[in-house]
């Protein structure tokens, strides 16, 4: 078996800039490792020797017994994950390599296959007695693994009998996990051509942010090209994640096909209606307000779909280097706090290879970070062209990184950042870094354009996934009564993205099939809405970081990061005054995007009399 393409530079840029791709030698060597058939052999064992030695018998054990049980699934925990994130990351950095794409499929196998004699633990301790879990709780070594616990009994009244556990879990990697992989491994082999220069679907994106109109077009039509082109595929694909999604969830008695996610993010449902009504209600104060002042700038009545994020025409079009992009980022992270700093450093160490940064044939598109127990370290997977949005996909993967570093400490089974709170962090290091560009800009029509992108990049992160969310809502509900075609899935989305996105931009039947684009619809169903959530908290927080003067701030941030995993949301923002609970809580978080925009219109003016 040939070992993965992991050396440690690649060559990037138009500068031929040599950038930097992560080396997984720090879990496996390659592989074909003999490490990895020692650790399966060992996950598998400790699996069988697990169930032998506590199926049937939780409710006798005392305190300190349940407390050396929950480190033995720990144990198992950081071995099962060491093995499953490296089978991922060898796969996503060359999707079109078939040895890596059967192995991370060999892995995903054993590892479910694997672990199913445990299938009884949570089973088990949810059919206990309270009495008994308050007893264990008095114990200090038991209660280290109370938020693990919690989180289990959480799911209590949805759980099926053991049988029936076994067969779902059985058959999630060819149900859920193999429509997900049919997406991604699709998706990554898409061909897109603009002008006879083949792309892939990591670099044609890049193109829609060109400065030439035409590029633009010829960018955005192509990828409509091709996402209408191979419709019929992600409409059976999308139609069968819906399907095997409900058929669990009334299985479970789950209220709505919401409802799951939200238990797992720790918030009810009625809190996501109002943070999803409250953005609704401001779509045309922030999203509408905006496109109808960008389409002004680029000299059109309305902008093309396309043309959302478009630089502006009298933008600079500046390129970054990769070494000035992380010197950018840096710089934000050590002016809001030294320990930040020295977080992120690490990932920057050459003789560490933390991160993959160039775009690449076969390589996954878009950016993310991936989380590891605390013996080892995260890993950032970005796809770097030296643009200003880079640095920002920079600082959000950054965030993550320094976030994961933080929380696991908490134990691999308490360490569990629902993703309300994990694009918390992200979302706030994305905006440390704009604050501190902002404050560099001296000429009005620079802060314009650094203002600008900042809120295109907030009305995408905050207006544009709620949008996401109701189409998803609406599917979801029509595929209960049966399949949704492709015409109205076509429909619901030119419904959704006209209603966000306002008069100003051009929603019509070219683009009417780019939600198959949007890949958590695929890979995590109602994960939409937590990019929103996320959004308005961190506005929220830093208006009180700016407005505060407390100079402790940026300690109770870190330390609020650290918990995560253990704490509900609601509560790790007390100590900074806000009140998660109230009505005007989401509003809050809004106005300050309606303030940035205020601040567009007073600059766009300013230049205007300037002329």
């Given amino acids: 078996m040939s070992k993965p393409r992991l050396n440690k530079t690649s060559a990037a840029n138009s500068r031929n800039e040599k950038l930097p791709a992560w080396d997984l030698s720090d879990l496996y060597r390659g592989l074909d490792d003999p490490q990895i058939t020692r650790d399966l052999t060992l996950y598998q064992k400790s699996a069988t020797a697990f169930a032998k030695k506590y199926k049937g018998k939780l409710a006798q054990l005392s305190a300190q017994e349940f407390a050396a049980m929950a480190a033995d699934c720990e144990a198992r925990s950081v071995l099962g994950n060491k093995l499953g994130v490296f089978a991922y990351l060898s796969m996503v950095t060359q999707m079109k390599n078939s040895a890596a794409m059967t192995f991370y499929q060999n892995i995903s196998e054993k590892l479910n296959d694997y672990s199913k004699p445990v299938i009884f633990l949570s089973l088990e301790l949810n059919a206990l007695p309270q009495s008994t879990i308050d007893l264990w709780m008095k114990d200090g070594k038991a209660a280290y693994f109370k938020p693990w616990l919690m989180r289990i009994r959480t799911f209590k009244d949805y759980e099926l009998s053991e049988e029936i556990e076994e067969i779902l879990h059985e058959k999630s990697v060819t149900s859920g ?18 002008d006879g220069k083949e792309y892939n679907d990591a670099e044609i994106s890049k193109l829609t942010l060109d400065k030439d109109a035409a590029v633009r077009a010829k960018a955005g039509r192509e990828i409509a090209r091709v996402c209408t082109e191979n419709a019929p595929l992600f409409v059976l694909n999308y139609n069968m994640v819906i399907k095997d999604k409900a058929i669990e969830d009334i299985k479970r008695g789950f209220k709505s096909p919401v409802s799951s996610q939200n238990i797992a993010n720790r918030v009810d449902d009625k809190s996501v209606a109002a943070l999803s009504e409250a953005v609704r209600s401001r779509y045309s104060d922030i999203a509408h307000r905006f496109y109808k002042l960008k389409a002004k700038w680029l000299g059109v009545k309305k902008l093309e779909y396309w043309d959302r994020n478009a630089p502006l025409p009298f933008e600079v079009d500046k390129h970054y280097s990769w070494d000035e992009a992380v010197a950018v980022v840096l710089k934000a992270y050590q002016e809001f706090s030294p320990r930040l700093y ?61 976030h994961m570093r933080l929380s696991s400490k908490q134990g691999d089974l308490n360490d569990a950042t629902p993703l309300t709170l994990a694009e918390v962090a992200s979302v706030f290091a994305e905006m440390l870094t704009f604050q501190s560009l902002l404050r560099q800009a001296t000429d009005p029509k620079e802060k314009l354009c650094l203002i600008a992108g900042k809120v295109n990049d907030m009305i995408n992160t905050s207006i544009r996934q709620i949008a996401f969310h109701f189409f998803e809502t609406r599917v979801h509900a029509e595929r209960r009564t ?43 169903p109602f994960y939409v809405y937590a990019y929103s959530f996320a959004d308005c908290l961190v506005n929220s927080l830093y208006q009180v970081y700016q407005n505060s003067g407390d100079a402790s701030f940026a300690d109770k941030y870190l330390d609020m990061l650290s918990k995560t ?25 809004l106005n300050l995007i309606s303030r940035y925009i205020d601040e567009l219109e007073r600059l766009d003016k300013q230049i205007a009399k300037n002329k």
């Fill in 482 to 524: 049966g399949e949704v075609s492709q015409t109205r899935l076509a429909q619901i989305w030119r419904e959704e993205m006209s209603a966000s996105l306002g008069k100003y931009v051009n929603i019509d039947a070219v683009t009417e099939n780019n939600w198959a684009q949007v890949g958590h619809f695929f890979w995590k």
């Fill in 177 to 194: 996990e193999g429509w997900e992989r049919l997406y991604e491994e699709t998706s990554a082999r898409l061909k897109y051509v603009v």
């Fill in 565 to 589: 995993g253990i704490t509900r949301y609601d509560e790790l923002l007390k100590p900074f005054g806000l009140n998660a609970k109230s009505p005007e809580f989401w509003d809050f978080g």
């Fill in 342 to 402: 020295e977080l992120a450093q690490d990932f920057f160490n050459p003789q560490r290879s933390w991160i993959d940064v160039p775009p690449r044939d076969g390589k996954r598109s878009g950016a993310f970070a991936m989380p590891l127990p605390e013996a080892y370290h995260p890993y950032l997977f970005l796809n770097f062209t030296g643009r200003q949005n880079d640095v920002l996909t920079l600082a959000h993967e950054l965030g993550h990184g320094c």
